[in-house]
């Protein structure tokens, strides 16, 4: 049985103590078990605050870019292996562990492309410089600095090869060392990337945790930042317990909505694509993903004919081993998720009408019997979505979508993204620019995106579950208020804001 090791303080260690498996989610076997502590986590701060520190500060952006543009490089080098790894231990199909692996490796060339434009310069702009004093001679110049200390990344199961690299991609280039913390249950493929990344970085500015926290957080000193992607229940817990000088950035649960305005036809290429972005979600990660359609709302005339368009969708769909060709929807990643997707959707059941999927009853092809996480698809449906609790106040995170119908104003339309009490992202569908211009201005203070679907763009989408380095990741209230990537702006988390006044022309030679 493989015991997985953590990269701790320059060295590999697998720990001690009780052993938790890591299963294949489709057939339950045991792939491999990682340790419940037993490191000494003082020591790899240490490390990181000494050697991490010192060599990571030494190098320009340019440099820490090139750094990247390596690690990028062997994820194409390891694609193929990591593809299984993914498709093993996180029950995602092929498409789906691409989607993660491919999306990691994007990450990594978008922030090495970055540290080549921004160069050698020592300190990064903010902003335009202004006049302070009588003359010109006088200026003022926002700038941020680097930060001194060390970034702590913790990450959620559904993306362990993204969820490492485009953290470590923004915190490396700004120059702070690194410890990460891939979910436990889905730590294979992060501890192969930990594997094929050492080597090719310096001494300290990456170490990584695999298996339970431990004493972690009991490490953190000022300067130190933590950046948290996971459950709102986590999130409250790592809120309380941070000291308070330790800078924390939370990406949590999102309700996000789908929106059909009343000019779109399902015929036409904006109806198309609002039908396709509703399935893909759905289904691909097998509904796992955090930016995910999770509330759909169409105009009231378009209700049944939305519900018939998903069901036909969705009743071909193979769910099974992801492992088989034809397989299109794999399982949950855990038996802990599998079980509390089913309690989601007792939850809406008691609420809502089944349109496809009932209670999510599946038989999955080409998996022993009773073994596996298994959910199949499921849509369920509101004449009242606003007020319908179990849809608004409570995210599932699998293959669920209910459709709600509403009036088609675009102020309603808004509502309901609020509704979700803050979200990571929202989509809607039309090409009426007044009533766009409405949405967006009502329901833009509820979303940390909103994608705008319409029958220009159709054939270019990436569709609104794809994130983007550049742009934000993030989103107000129950998404946890916090922001991740958006180009530049992804460095900013780890970097200190600084308002310098000074000779006009010595401001200039510091941002070069
Ligand atoms: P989770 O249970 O909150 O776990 C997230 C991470 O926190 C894991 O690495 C977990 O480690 C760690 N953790 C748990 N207890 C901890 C503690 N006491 N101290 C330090 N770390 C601790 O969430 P999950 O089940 O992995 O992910 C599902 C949730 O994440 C969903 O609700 C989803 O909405 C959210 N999510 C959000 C985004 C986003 O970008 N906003 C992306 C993906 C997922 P162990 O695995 O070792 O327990």
């Excluded at 490396?172 to 930990?194: C, D, Y």
């Excluded at 180009?487 to 010595?506: I, T």
Aim: hydrophobic share 45%; proline share 5%; aromatic share 6%.
């Amino acid at each position: 049985m493989q015991l997985l090791a953590s990269y701790l303080a320059g060295t590999w260690s697998v720990g001690s103590g009780t052993r938790t498996p890591l299963v294949n989610p489709a057939t339950e076997e045991v792939l491999a078990e990682v340790h419940g502590g037993g490191h000494d986590l003082a020591a790899a701060f240490q490390y990181a605050r000494t050697a991490g520190a010192k060599e990571l500060g030494a190098l320009t952006f340019a440099q820490r870019g090139a750094l990247l543009g390596s690690l990028a490089k062997a994820i194409h080098g390891a694609r193929e292996e990591l593809i299984a790894m993914a498709v093993a231990n996180g029950g995602n199909t092929r498409g789906d562990a691409k989607f993660d692996i491919d999306g990691g490796a994007v990450t990594l060339s978008h922030y090495a492309e970055l540290g080549t434009k921004l160069g050698s310069a020592p300190l990064l702009g903010d902003g335009e410089p202004i006049q302070v004093g009588r003359t010109a001679r006088m200026g003022g110049q926002h700038v941020w600095a680097r930060r001194r200390g060390v970034a702590v990344h913790i990450n959620a199961f559904n993306f362990p090869a993204w969820g490492l690299c485009e953290k470590l991609a923004c915190a490396l280039l700004a120059g702070m060392p690194v410890i990460s913390k891939p979910a436990t249950a889905t730590a294979l493929v992060a501890h192969r990337l930990a594997q094929l990344f050492e080597p090719l970085l310096p001494a300290g500015a990456l170490q990584v945790l695999v298996g339970p926290a431990g004493t972690l957080l009991d490490n953190l000193q000022s300067g130190d930042v933590v950046a948290f992607t996971g459950g709102s229940g986590t999130a409250t817990m790592l809120r309380n317990k941070l000291p308070e000088p330790v800078r924390l950035n939370i990406e949590a649960d999102s309700l996000n909505a789908a929106i059909l305005a009343p000019d779109v036809e399902l015929s036409s290429e904006a109806g198309a694509l609002f039908l396709a972005d509703i399935v893909r979600d759905m289904t691909q990660k097998t509904g796992q993903k955090c930016t995910a359609i999770r509330r759909v709302l169409v105009p009231e005339a378009r209700f049944a004919e939305v519900c018939d368009a998903m069901k036909e969708r969705l009743a071909s769909l193979a769910v099974g081993d992801p492992s088989r060709e034809d397989v299109r929807m794999g399982p949950v990643a855990t038996a802990q998720q599998h079980a509390d997707v089913k309690a989601g959707i007792a939850r809406l059941a008691a609420a809502t009408d089944s349109v496809h999927g009932g209670t999510g009853e599946v038989s999955p092809i080409g998996v022993p019997a009773g073994k596996g996480f298994f959910i199949g698809p499921v849509v369920r449906s509101t004449k009242d979505p606003l007020r319908c609790a179990p849809l608004n106040d409570h995210e599932v995170f699998g293959p669920v979508s209910t459709v709600g119908s509403y009036d088609g104003s675009a102020e309603l339309a808004a509502a309901f993204v609020a509704r979700g009490d803050g979200c990571l992202v929202s989509s809607a569908y039309s090409d009426d620019r007044d009533w766009v211009a409405t949405f967006v201005g009502a329901a833009a203070p509820w979303a940390g995106r909103l994608y705008l679907g319409s029958s220009k763009m159709a054939s270019q989408s990436p569709g609104p579950g794809t994130v983007l380095p550049s742009l934000l990741h993030g989103g107000p209230g129950r998404a946890g208020g916090g922001e991740e990537l958006g180009g530049e702006r992804g460095l900013h988390f780890y970097m200190q804001r600084c308002a310098l006044e000074g000779d006009a022309s010595v401001l200039k030679t510091l941002i070069g």
